[in-house]
T-cell receptor
Framework: AQKVTQAQTEISVVEKEDVTLDCVYETRDTTYYLFWYKQPPSGELVFLIRRNSFDEQNEISGRYSWNFQKSTSSFNFTITASQVVDSAVYFC?????????????FGEGTQLTVNP | EPEVTQTPSHQVTQMGQEVILRCVPISNHLYFYWYRQILGQKVEFLVSFYNNEISEKSEIFDDQFSVERPDGSNFTLKIRSTKLEDSAMYFCASIEHRQLSSYEQYFGPGTRLTVT
């Protein structure tokens, strides 16, 4: 069975602060894929990043960065110099490989509020 | 940029009524999904569909649910006799078959279903 845990239900920061959203996953597959999605108040799901299990290189995209550590089964997401527009619910998701079909398993989400 | 579309954006129905939620996946995509999100909760997988048949379904997808691809463009989710607990946001997603292994799903904007 697959599982994604986002222990932080809500985070509130002041604009320009850095914030890290935690994600811990469980899977029996040796090949798997990890994702982050953003859900703004309008409700749609916006794809942010995909990471393959065989690629542990961290990634930076503008103010966003992701830290993937297989040793701790974590895929954390950092927003640098947060902005009010970053306020949203952020979901971490897992797609297994050989045994888990093609479904995405989502975490519970972290509500991020960035205050001016 | 091509996108997944869903209609209606909001559907209100009475308990016991049948509803059909409609999705138009991206035109060259071959693998389709339905997910749901009860208000304030995580996104949950319902069903995946490929080559005109269900390829995987979750325990949520019971006999009250069905999916269909009635023509070359639409993908529908039918709920035969709605219950109050079916109230949720329903997301459609699609993926190009050849990208299945790397698995970037494109989500539609969602249909909010309210059962009264």
């Amino acid at each position: 069975a697959q599982k994604v845990t986002q222990a932080q239900t809500e985070i509130s920061v002041v604009e320009k602060e850095d914030v890290t959203l935690d994600c811990v996953y469980e899977t029996r597959d040796t090949t798997y894929y990890l994702f982050w999605y953003k859900q703004p108040p309008s409700g749609e799901l916006v794809f942010l990043i995909r990471r393959n299990s065989f690629d542990e290189q961290n990634e930076i995209s503008g103010r966003y960065s992701w830290n993937f550590q297989k040793s701790t089964s974590s895929f954390n997401f950092t927003i640098t110099a947060s902005q009010v527009v970053d306020s949203a619910v952020y979901f971490c998701a897992l797609k297994g490989g050989e045994t888990s079909g093609s479904r995405l398993t989502f975490g519970e989400g972290t509500q991020l509020t960035v205050n001016p | 940029e091509p996108e997944v579309t869903q209609t209606p954006s909001h559907q209100v129905t009475q308990m016991g009524q049948e509803v059909i939620l409609r999705c138009v996946p991206i035109s060259n995509h071959l693998y389709f999904y339905w997910y749901r999100q009860i208000l304030g909760q995580k996104v949950e997988f319902l069903v995946s569909f490929y080559n005109n048949e269900i390829s995987e379904k979750s325990e949520i997808f019971d006999d009250q649910f069905s999916v269909e691809r009635p023509d070359g463009s639409n993908f529908t989710l039918k709920i035969r006799s709605t219950k109050l607990e079916d109230s949720a946001m329903y997301f459609c997603a699609s993926i190009e078959h050849r990208q299945l292994s790397s698995y970037e799903q494109y989500f539609g904007p969602g249909t909010r279903l309210t059962v009264t």
